[in-house]
């Protein structure tokens, strides 16, 4: 497996966690996403890299 896009992809994840995780539960419900439905979002993002 190629480790820069291995890497790339794990910074995408965090870099997805982090930006979404400092919102407030009223921003995330206007974008539709809860709390527990950050971590699979964040994943399914990083892996279309």
């Known amino acids: 497996m190629d ?3 291995t890497f ?3 910074a995408s ?3 997805t ?4 995780s400092v919102l ?3 921003e995330l419900n206007d974008l ?3 709390r527990g ?3 699979p979002l964040a994943r ?3 892996e279309r890299i």
């Open 3 to 5: 480790f820069g896009k």
């Open 44 to 46: 399914e993002h990083a």
């Open 13 to 15: 994840y965090r870099k």
């Open 37 to 39: 439905d950050i971590q």
């Open 8 to 10: 790339r992809r794990w």
């Open 24 to 26: 407030d539960d009223r």
């Open 17 to 20: 966690v982090r930006e979404l």
């Open 32 to 34: 539709g996403i809860t």
